[in-house]
Protein backbone atom coordinates (compact mmCIF):
# COMPACT_ATOMS: atom_id res chain seq x y z
CA UNK A 1 0.00 0.00 0.00
CA UNK A 2 1.14 3.30 -1.00
CA UNK A 3 -0.42 7.06 -0.57
CA UNK A 4 -0.76 9.01 -4.60
CA UNK A 5 2.20 10.91 -4.50
CA UNK A 6 3.55 9.50 -1.25
CA UNK A 7 1.85 12.18 0.36
CA UNK A 8 1.15 10.43 3.28
CA UNK A 9 -0.89 13.44 6.23
CA UNK A 10 0.23 13.93 9.41
CA UNK A 11 -3.17 12.73 10.72
CA UNK A 12 -5.01 9.56 10.67
CA UNK A 13 -7.37 8.52 8.77
CA UNK A 14 -11.10 7.08 8.41
CA UNK A 15 -11.83 5.14 5.46
CA UNK A 16 -14.30 8.09 4.47
CA UNK A 17 -10.76 10.04 4.35
CA UNK A 18 -9.79 7.68 1.69
CA UNK A 19 -9.80 6.67 -2.25
CA UNK A 20 -8.50 4.02 -4.07
CA UNK A 21 -6.32 4.94 -7.36
CA UNK A 22 -7.34 2.80 -10.45
CA UNK A 23 -4.31 1.13 -11.64
CA UNK A 24 -2.78 -0.32 -15.28
CA UNK A 25 -3.97 -4.04 -15.23
CA UNK A 26 -4.84 -7.34 -16.56
CA UNK A 27 -7.16 -8.40 -14.87
CA UNK A 28 -10.59 -8.26 -16.56
CA UNK A 29 -13.09 -10.00 -14.94
CA UNK A 30 -14.47 -10.05 -11.26
CA UNK A 31 -14.18 -14.24 -11.35
CA UNK A 32 -10.63 -13.96 -11.83
CA UNK A 33 -10.23 -12.56 -8.57
CA UNK A 34 -9.68 -14.60 -5.44
CA UNK A 35 -11.24 -14.02 -2.28
CA UNK A 36 -9.38 -15.88 0.11
CA UNK A 37 -7.62 -15.33 2.96
CA UNK A 38 -4.04 -16.34 4.58
CA UNK A 39 -4.32 -16.08 8.04
CA UNK A 40 -5.75 -19.45 9.04
CA UNK A 41 -8.85 -18.75 9.12
CA UNK A 42 -9.76 -21.07 6.28
CA UNK A 43 -12.47 -17.98 5.10
CA UNK A 44 -12.81 -18.08 1.41
CA UNK A 45 -14.22 -14.04 1.01
CA UNK A 46 -12.85 -12.03 4.15
CA UNK A 47 -15.35 -11.53 6.16
CA UNK A 48 -15.87 -12.81 9.94
CA UNK A 49 -19.20 -12.05 12.01
CA UNK A 50 -18.41 -10.23 15.18
CA UNK A 51 -19.45 -11.84 18.39
CA UNK A 52 -22.64 -9.87 19.09
CA UNK A 53 -25.34 -11.29 20.44
CA UNK A 54 -27.64 -9.62 18.39
CA UNK A 55 -26.33 -11.14 15.25
CA UNK A 56 -24.35 -14.20 15.59
CA UNK A 57 -26.32 -17.31 15.93
CA UNK A 58 -26.68 -20.91 14.22
CA UNK A 59 -28.70 -19.16 11.15
CA UNK A 60 -26.19 -16.86 10.86
CA UNK A 61 -23.17 -19.36 10.98
CA UNK A 62 -24.63 -21.94 9.19
CA UNK A 63 -25.39 -19.47 6.13
CA UNK A 64 -22.03 -17.06 6.12
CA UNK A 65 -19.75 -20.28 6.31
CA UNK A 66 -21.52 -21.69 3.32
CA UNK A 67 -20.87 -18.61 1.23
CA UNK A 68 -17.25 -18.95 2.59
CA UNK A 69 -16.74 -16.60 5.38
CA UNK A 70 -17.22 -17.55 9.47
CA UNK A 71 -18.76 -16.27 12.48
CA UNK A 72 -17.53 -15.84 16.16
CA UNK A 73 -20.35 -17.32 18.75
CA UNK A 74 -20.03 -14.58 21.87
CA UNK A 75 -18.06 -15.24 25.06
CA UNK A 76 -21.45 -15.04 27.17
CA UNK A 77 -22.88 -18.40 26.20
CA UNK A 78 -22.34 -21.23 27.96
CA UNK A 79 -19.99 -23.98 26.16
CA UNK A 80 -23.05 -26.42 26.71
CA UNK A 81 -25.03 -23.53 24.64
CA UNK A 82 -21.91 -23.49 22.70
CA UNK A 83 -21.62 -27.01 21.46
CA UNK A 84 -24.63 -27.42 20.76
CA UNK A 85 -24.67 -24.10 18.24
CA UNK A 86 -21.12 -26.25 16.38
CA UNK A 87 -22.88 -29.47 16.36
CA UNK A 88 -25.90 -27.88 14.15
CA UNK A 89 -23.28 -25.59 12.01
CA UNK A 90 -21.68 -28.84 11.43
CA UNK A 91 -24.17 -30.88 10.54
CA UNK A 92 -25.31 -28.64 7.46
CA UNK A 93 -25.06 -29.37 4.07
CA UNK A 94 -22.88 -27.58 2.06
CA UNK A 95 -25.13 -26.61 -0.55
CA UNK A 96 -28.84 -26.90 0.18
CA UNK A 97 -30.43 -24.52 2.82
CA UNK A 98 -32.21 -25.90 6.15
CA UNK A 99 -35.46 -25.59 5.78
CA UNK A 100 -38.31 -24.51 8.27
CA UNK A 101 -40.36 -27.30 8.92
CA UNK A 102 -43.91 -27.74 10.68
CA UNK A 103 -46.03 -30.73 10.08
CA UNK A 104 -49.76 -30.07 8.98
CA UNK A 105 -52.00 -29.54 11.93
CA UNK A 106 -49.64 -26.63 12.90
CA UNK A 107 -51.18 -23.11 12.70
CA UNK A 108 -50.84 -20.55 10.08
CA UNK A 109 -49.59 -18.50 13.07
CA UNK A 110 -47.26 -20.63 13.59
CA UNK A 111 -45.78 -20.75 9.85
CA UNK A 112 -45.82 -16.54 9.80
CA UNK A 113 -43.70 -16.76 12.79
CA UNK A 114 -41.45 -19.00 11.84
CA UNK A 115 -40.85 -18.27 7.97
CA UNK A 116 -38.56 -15.07 8.01
CA UNK A 117 -36.33 -16.52 10.24
CA UNK A 118 -34.66 -17.98 6.98
CA UNK A 119 -34.60 -15.93 3.78
CA UNK A 120 -36.01 -18.08 1.13
CA UNK A 121 -39.09 -17.30 3.27
CA UNK A 122 -40.88 -20.52 3.33
CA UNK A 123 -42.09 -23.58 5.18
CA UNK A 124 -41.73 -27.15 4.24
CA UNK A 125 -44.95 -28.77 5.63
CA UNK A 126 -43.61 -32.71 6.61
CA UNK A 127 -45.13 -35.99 7.72
CA UNK A 128 -43.47 -38.73 8.70
CA UNK A 129 -40.17 -37.18 7.28
CA UNK A 130 -41.69 -36.68 4.05
CA UNK A 131 -42.12 -33.09 2.45
CA UNK A 132 -45.98 -32.55 1.69
CA UNK A 133 -46.63 -29.09 0.85
CA UNK A 134 -44.68 -25.71 1.23
CA UNK A 135 -46.36 -22.45 2.43
CA UNK A 136 -45.19 -18.96 1.78
CA UNK A 137 -46.04 -15.83 2.91
CA UNK A 138 -48.50 -14.92 -0.31
CA UNK A 139 -50.65 -18.54 0.91
CA UNK A 140 -51.36 -16.86 4.29
CA UNK A 141 -52.78 -13.56 3.13
CA UNK A 142 -56.49 -13.33 4.36
CA UNK A 143 -56.41 -16.39 5.87
CA UNK A 144 -57.48 -17.16 9.53
CA UNK A 145 -54.67 -17.31 11.79
CA UNK A 146 -55.85 -20.57 13.27
CA UNK A 147 -56.38 -22.17 10.32
CA UNK A 148 -54.01 -25.57 9.87
CA UNK A 149 -51.51 -25.59 7.11
CA UNK A 150 -52.72 -28.61 5.39
CA UNK A 151 -55.65 -26.24 4.12
CA UNK A 152 -53.15 -23.75 2.73
CA UNK A 153 -50.25 -25.56 1.50
CA UNK A 154 -49.46 -25.47 -1.80
CA UNK A 155 -49.31 -29.46 -2.85
CA UNK A 156 -47.91 -28.96 -6.29
CA UNK A 157 -44.28 -27.86 -5.73
CA UNK A 158 -40.74 -28.91 -7.29
CA UNK A 159 -38.94 -31.99 -5.74
CA UNK A 160 -35.67 -32.26 -6.86
CA UNK A 161 -33.21 -35.13 -6.12
CA UNK A 162 -30.99 -33.85 -3.12
CA UNK A 163 -27.76 -35.53 -5.37
CA UNK A 164 -28.92 -33.69 -8.19
CA UNK A 165 -26.38 -30.56 -9.48
CA UNK A 166 -26.88 -27.08 -8.53
CA UNK A 167 -27.21 -26.46 -12.02
CA UNK A 168 -30.11 -28.97 -12.36
CA UNK A 169 -31.78 -27.56 -9.31
CA UNK A 170 -31.38 -24.18 -10.84
CA UNK A 171 -32.92 -25.48 -14.31
CA UNK A 172 -35.72 -27.54 -12.64
CA UNK A 173 -36.88 -24.20 -11.17
CA UNK A 174 -36.55 -22.47 -14.75
CA UNK A 175 -38.81 -24.41 -16.28
CA UNK A 176 -41.53 -24.37 -13.75
CA UNK A 177 -41.29 -20.90 -12.98
CA UNK A 178 -40.56 -21.14 -9.41
CA UNK A 179 -38.43 -19.83 -6.83
CA UNK A 180 -37.84 -22.91 -4.32
CA UNK A 181 -37.26 -26.52 -4.88
CA UNK A 182 -37.44 -29.27 -1.88
CA UNK A 183 -34.60 -31.54 -1.75
CA UNK A 184 -35.82 -35.16 -1.30
CA UNK A 185 -33.35 -38.24 0.15
CA UNK A 186 -33.45 -41.49 -2.34
CA UNK A 187 -36.14 -42.47 1.02
CA UNK A 188 -38.37 -39.73 -0.08
CA UNK A 189 -37.63 -37.78 3.00
CA UNK A 190 -36.70 -33.96 3.82
CA UNK A 191 -33.24 -33.09 2.30
CA UNK A 192 -33.16 -29.19 2.45
CA UNK A 193 -34.28 -26.71 0.00
CA UNK A 194 -32.56 -24.43 -2.75
CA UNK A 195 -33.97 -21.54 -4.42
CA UNK A 196 -32.94 -20.21 -7.58
CA UNK A 197 -30.48 -17.62 -6.67
CA UNK A 198 -28.94 -20.33 -3.97
CA UNK A 199 -28.13 -22.40 -6.66
CA UNK A 200 -26.20 -19.86 -8.84
CA UNK A 201 -24.26 -18.45 -5.45
CA UNK A 202 -22.70 -22.80 -5.29
CA UNK A 203 -20.61 -21.76 -8.28
CA UNK A 204 -19.31 -18.33 -7.26
CA UNK A 205 -18.57 -18.81 -3.43
CA UNK A 206 -16.64 -21.55 -2.10
CA UNK A 207 -17.41 -22.97 1.77
CA UNK A 208 -15.45 -22.88 4.49
CA UNK A 209 -15.02 -25.88 5.74
CA UNK A 210 -12.83 -27.68 8.18
CA UNK A 211 -10.54 -30.97 7.45
CA UNK A 212 -13.29 -33.38 7.48
CA UNK A 213 -15.26 -31.22 5.09
CA UNK A 214 -17.54 -29.55 8.24
CA UNK A 215 -18.50 -26.27 7.80
CA UNK A 216 -16.46 -24.15 9.95
CA UNK A 217 -17.40 -21.66 13.22
CA UNK A 218 -15.56 -19.89 15.54
CA UNK A 219 -15.86 -18.95 19.33
CA UNK A 220 -14.67 -16.35 21.74
CA UNK A 221 -13.75 -16.37 24.81
CA UNK A 222 -13.54 -13.58 27.35
CA UNK A 223 -10.10 -12.63 29.53
CA UNK A 224 -11.70 -13.42 32.77
CA UNK A 225 -12.50 -16.71 35.08
CA UNK A 226 -10.45 -19.86 33.88
CA UNK A 227 -9.95 -18.75 30.44
CA UNK A 228 -7.44 -21.74 29.68
CA UNK A 229 -9.85 -24.47 30.54
CA UNK A 230 -12.93 -22.67 28.84
CA UNK A 231 -10.95 -22.25 25.63
CA UNK A 232 -10.20 -26.27 25.55
CA UNK A 233 -13.29 -27.04 26.04
CA UNK A 234 -14.58 -24.64 23.31
CA UNK A 235 -12.07 -26.57 21.24
CA UNK A 236 -13.00 -30.00 21.93
CA UNK A 237 -16.48 -29.02 21.33
CA UNK A 238 -15.64 -28.33 17.81
CA UNK A 239 -14.72 -24.85 17.56
CA UNK A 240 -12.39 -24.10 14.62
CA UNK A 241 -11.37 -20.73 15.17
CA UNK A 242 -10.83 -19.01 19.19
CA UNK A 243 -11.34 -15.23 19.73
CA UNK A 244 -10.16 -13.70 22.85
CA UNK A 245 -11.75 -10.77 23.51
CA UNK A 246 -12.26 -7.49 25.45
CA UNK A 247 -13.09 -3.79 24.68
CA UNK A 248 -9.27 -3.11 25.95
CA UNK A 249 -6.92 -5.45 23.74
CA UNK A 250 -3.53 -4.01 25.28
CA UNK A 251 -3.95 -5.17 29.02
CA UNK A 252 -1.95 -7.04 31.42
CA UNK A 253 -4.79 -9.54 31.80
CA UNK A 254 -5.52 -10.23 28.25
CA UNK A 255 -2.09 -11.04 28.03
CA UNK A 256 -2.17 -13.48 30.48
CA UNK A 257 -5.16 -14.70 29.35
CA UNK A 258 -3.72 -15.10 26.09
CA UNK A 259 -0.62 -16.81 27.11
CA UNK A 260 -2.20 -18.94 29.49
CA UNK A 261 -4.15 -20.15 26.06
CA UNK A 262 -1.35 -20.77 23.83
CA UNK A 263 0.59 -22.97 26.16
CA UNK A 264 -2.31 -25.17 26.03
CA UNK A 265 -1.18 -25.66 22.57
CA UNK A 266 -4.55 -25.84 20.97
CA UNK A 267 -4.90 -27.26 17.11
CA UNK A 268 -6.53 -23.83 16.37
CA UNK A 269 -5.29 -20.43 15.04
CA UNK A 270 -6.13 -17.80 18.44
CA UNK A 271 -7.18 -14.08 17.66
CA UNK A 272 -7.31 -11.23 20.42
CA UNK A 273 -8.09 -8.02 20.46
CA UNK A 274 -8.93 -4.84 20.34
CA UNK A 275 -6.14 -2.60 20.06
CA UNK A 276 -5.03 0.28 17.93
CA UNK A 277 -1.09 0.65 17.99
CA UNK A 278 1.87 -0.98 16.71
CA UNK A 279 3.01 -1.85 20.24
CA UNK A 280 -0.54 -3.37 21.02
CA UNK A 281 -0.46 -5.60 17.74
CA UNK A 282 3.03 -6.56 19.01
CA UNK A 283 2.67 -7.65 22.59
CA UNK A 284 -0.35 -9.35 21.54
CA UNK A 285 1.42 -11.48 19.03
CA UNK A 286 4.35 -12.03 20.98
CA UNK A 287 1.80 -13.53 23.64
CA UNK A 288 0.47 -16.08 21.37
CA UNK A 289 -2.09 -14.07 19.04
CA UNK A 290 -1.84 -15.50 15.25
CA UNK A 291 -4.53 -12.75 14.32
CA UNK A 292 -4.86 -9.63 15.88
CA UNK A 293 -8.48 -7.59 16.21
CA UNK A 294 -7.59 -4.29 15.38
CA UNK A 295 -10.63 -1.20 16.06
CA UNK A 296 -11.67 0.93 19.35
CA UNK A 297 -14.58 2.40 18.98
CA UNK A 298 -15.71 2.44 15.39
CA UNK A 299 -18.94 0.23 15.49
CA UNK A 300 -22.32 1.69 14.81
CA UNK A 301 -23.22 -0.09 18.65
CA UNK A 302 -20.28 1.70 20.44
CA UNK A 303 -19.77 4.84 22.19
CA UNK A 304 -16.95 4.44 23.93
CA UNK A 305 -15.30 7.43 21.56
CA UNK A 306 -18.17 9.54 22.95
CA UNK A 307 -17.96 8.33 26.33
CA UNK A 308 -14.33 8.34 26.45
CA UNK A 309 -12.01 10.60 24.04
CA UNK A 310 -10.20 6.97 23.54
CA UNK A 311 -9.67 5.21 20.16
CA UNK A 312 -8.43 5.65 16.66
CA UNK A 313 -9.66 6.42 13.32
CA UNK A 314 -10.27 2.82 11.77
CA UNK A 315 -8.17 2.95 8.24
CA UNK A 316 -4.64 4.15 10.03
CA UNK A 317 -5.20 1.49 12.86
CA UNK A 318 -5.52 -1.05 10.88
CA UNK A 319 -2.76 0.13 8.37
CA UNK A 320 -0.64 1.21 11.40
CA UNK A 321 -1.22 -2.82 13.40
CA UNK A 322 -1.03 -4.94 10.12
CA UNK A 323 2.19 -3.56 9.53
CA UNK A 324 3.36 -4.76 13.04
CA UNK A 325 1.56 -8.29 12.53
CA UNK A 326 3.28 -8.54 9.39
CA UNK A 327 6.48 -8.52 11.31
CA UNK A 328 5.80 -11.64 12.92
CA UNK A 329 4.38 -13.23 9.96
CA UNK A 330 0.63 -12.96 12.02
CA UNK A 331 -2.67 -10.96 10.16
CA UNK A 332 -4.90 -8.53 11.56
CA UNK A 333 -9.04 -8.22 11.29
CA UNK A 334 -10.32 -5.11 11.12
CA UNK A 335 -13.37 -5.04 13.41
CA UNK A 336 -15.70 -1.81 13.08
CA UNK A 337 -16.86 0.95 11.50
CA UNK A 338 -17.78 -0.72 7.23
CA UNK A 339 -21.24 0.70 6.08
CA UNK A 340 -20.49 0.12 2.46
CA UNK A 341 -18.60 -2.58 -0.09
CA UNK A 342 -15.67 0.63 -0.14
CA UNK A 343 -15.05 0.05 3.21
CA UNK A 344 -14.71 -3.16 3.22
CA UNK A 345 -12.16 -2.89 0.18
CA UNK A 346 -10.09 -0.35 2.08
CA UNK A 347 -9.62 -2.22 5.00
CA UNK A 348 -8.32 -4.96 2.89
CA UNK A 349 -6.18 -2.66 0.84
CA UNK A 350 -4.34 -1.25 4.19
CA UNK A 351 -3.46 -4.89 5.13
CA UNK A 352 -6.42 -6.72 7.05
CA UNK A 353 -6.67 -10.04 6.19
CA UNK A 354 -10.83 -10.13 6.95
CA UNK A 355 -13.49 -7.82 8.25
CA UNK A 356 -15.00 -7.59 11.19
CA UNK A 357 -19.15 -7.34 10.21
CA UNK A 358 -21.51 -6.89 13.61
CA UNK A 359 -24.31 -4.64 12.82
CA UNK A 360 -24.67 -4.07 9.13
CA UNK A 361 -25.53 -8.09 9.82
CA UNK A 362 -27.85 -7.01 12.35
CA UNK A 363 -30.59 -6.02 10.47
CA UNK A 364 -30.86 -9.34 8.18
CA UNK A 365 -33.30 -12.59 8.47
CA UNK A 366 -30.19 -14.47 9.69
CA UNK A 367 -29.95 -12.75 12.55
CA UNK A 368 -30.93 -13.81 16.12
CA UNK A 369 -33.67 -11.56 16.66
CA UNK A 370 -37.42 -11.41 15.94
CA UNK A 371 -38.67 -10.07 13.00
CA UNK A 372 -40.50 -6.61 13.93
CA UNK A 373 -42.60 -3.77 12.04
CA UNK A 374 -42.67 -0.06 12.92
CA UNK A 375 -46.17 2.05 11.84
CA UNK A 376 -44.77 2.38 8.76
CA UNK A 377 -44.87 -1.23 7.70
CA UNK A 378 -40.86 -1.04 7.58
CA UNK A 379 -38.92 -4.52 9.16
CA UNK A 380 -36.70 -4.42 11.52
CA UNK A 381 -34.94 -6.23 14.01
CA UNK A 382 -33.09 -4.96 16.83
CA UNK A 383 -29.53 -4.58 18.08
CA UNK A 384 -27.49 -3.44 21.27
CA UNK A 385 -23.82 -3.21 21.88
CA UNK A 386 -21.71 -5.44 23.97
CA UNK A 387 -20.49 -2.81 26.21
CA UNK A 388 -24.07 -1.67 26.24
CA UNK A 389 -26.15 -1.88 29.53
CA UNK A 390 -28.08 -4.57 27.89
CA UNK A 391 -25.19 -7.06 27.17
CA UNK A 392 -23.72 -6.28 30.80
CA UNK A 393 -26.80 -7.04 32.72
CA UNK A 394 -27.04 -10.69 30.70
CA UNK A 395 -23.20 -10.93 31.11
CA UNK A 396 -23.30 -10.68 34.85
CA UNK A 397 -26.69 -12.89 35.74
CA UNK A 398 -24.91 -14.84 38.41
CA UNK A 399 -23.53 -11.72 39.80
CA UNK A 400 -25.14 -10.27 42.99
CA UNK A 401 -28.21 -7.81 42.05
CA UNK A 402 -26.01 -4.93 44.10
CA UNK A 403 -22.96 -5.52 41.31
CA UNK A 404 -25.13 -6.10 38.53
CA UNK A 405 -26.56 -2.72 39.32
CA UNK A 406 -23.52 -1.07 40.04
CA UNK A 407 -21.83 -2.69 36.45
CA UNK A 408 -25.41 -1.60 34.93
CA UNK A 409 -24.60 2.60 35.56
CA UNK A 410 -21.40 2.11 33.11
CA UNK A 411 -22.33 1.35 29.95
CA UNK A 412 -20.08 2.59 26.57
CA UNK A 413 -22.88 0.83 23.80
CA UNK A 414 -25.91 0.86 22.78
CA UNK A 415 -28.65 -1.17 24.43
CA UNK A 416 -31.37 -0.74 21.87
CA UNK A 417 -31.35 0.33 18.28
CA UNK A 418 -33.15 -0.46 15.23
CA UNK A 419 -31.81 -2.07 12.46
CA UNK A 420 -34.08 -1.77 9.18
CA UNK A 421 -33.90 -4.82 7.06
CA UNK A 422 -33.39 -3.52 3.38
CA UNK A 423 -36.27 -4.55 0.92
CA UNK A 424 -33.45 -5.47 -1.49
CA UNK A 425 -30.70 -7.07 0.39
CA UNK A 426 -33.03 -8.38 3.46
CA UNK A 427 -31.03 -11.44 3.66
CA UNK A 428 -27.25 -12.18 4.35
CA UNK A 429 -26.05 -13.80 1.54
CA UNK A 430 -27.85 -10.41 -0.47
CA UNK A 431 -25.04 -8.78 1.66
CA UNK A 432 -22.65 -10.99 0.57
CA UNK A 433 -23.29 -10.53 -2.61
CA UNK A 434 -23.32 -6.56 -2.28
CA UNK A 435 -20.03 -6.55 -0.36
CA UNK A 436 -17.94 -9.49 -2.52
CA UNK A 437 -19.15 -7.74 -5.95
CA UNK A 438 -17.58 -4.77 -4.74
CA UNK A 439 -14.88 -6.13 -3.22
CA UNK A 440 -13.68 -7.91 -6.52
CA UNK A 441 -14.56 -4.94 -8.54
CA UNK A 442 -11.74 -2.86 -6.30
CA UNK A 443 -9.19 -5.99 -7.13
CA UNK A 444 -9.83 -5.64 -11.09
CA UNK A 445 -9.00 -1.78 -10.91
CA UNK A 446 -5.72 -2.50 -8.77
CA UNK A 447 -4.48 -4.91 -10.98
CA UNK A 448 -5.04 -7.69 -8.10
CA UNK A 449 -5.75 -11.23 -8.21
CA UNK A 450 -5.64 -12.07 -4.28
CA UNK A 451 -6.35 -10.01 -1.55
CA UNK A 452 -2.47 -10.27 -0.45
CA UNK A 453 -1.59 -8.53 -4.02
CA UNK A 454 -4.44 -6.00 -3.27
CA UNK A 455 -2.32 -4.63 -0.34
CA UNK A 456 1.06 -4.91 -2.21
CA UNK A 457 -0.87 -2.45 -5.23
CA UNK A 458 -2.93 -0.43 -3.88
CA UNK A 459 -2.77 3.38 -4.58
CA UNK A 460 -4.75 5.66 -1.59
CA UNK A 461 -5.55 9.57 -2.21
CA UNK A 462 -6.86 11.46 0.69
CA UNK A 463 -9.94 13.67 -0.07
CA UNK A 464 -11.92 15.87 1.50
CA UNK A 465 -15.53 15.56 2.65
CA UNK A 466 -17.05 16.83 -0.42
CA UNK A 467 -14.85 14.35 -2.50
CA UNK A 468 -16.81 11.47 -0.39
CA UNK A 469 -20.04 13.11 -0.84
CA UNK A 470 -19.39 13.30 -4.56
CA UNK A 471 -19.00 9.58 -5.15
CA UNK A 472 -22.09 9.06 -3.41
CA UNK A 473 -25.19 7.87 -5.94
CA UNK A 474 -28.53 10.24 -6.42
CA UNK A 475 -31.08 7.53 -6.76
CA UNK A 476 -34.05 9.95 -6.66
CA UNK A 477 -32.50 12.54 -9.01
CA UNK A 478 -31.38 15.99 -8.98
Known amino acids: MQFLDGQQPPY ?108 HGAVVVVEAGKPV ?118 QEKMIEALSAIKALDLPVPLAAGNVVSAAGTRDLVQAGADIVKVGVGPGAMCTTRMMTGVGRPQFSAVAECSAAAAEFGASVWADGGVRHPRDVALALAAGAANVMIGSWFAGTYESPGDLRFDSAGNAYKESFGMASKRAVAARTATDSAFDRARKGLFEEGISSSRMRLDPDRPGVEDLIDHICSGVRSTCTYAGARTLPELHERAVLGVQSAAGFAEGRPLPSGW
Not at 20 to 38: A, C, E, G
Not at 53 to 60: L, Y
Not at 186 to 200: E, H, M, N, S, Y
Open 12 to 119: DLTYDDVFLVPNRTDVTSRFDVDLSTVDGSGTTIPIVVSNMTAVAGRRMAETVARRGGITVIPQDLPVAAVADTVAFVKSRDLVADTPVVLGPDASVSDALALMHKRS
Open 133 to 250: GVVTEGACTDVDRFARLSSVAVTDFVTVSSDATPRAVFESLEASHEGLAVLVAPDGTLAGVLTRTGAIRTGIYTPAVDAAGKLRIAAAVGINGDVAAKAKALVEAGADLLVVDTAHGH
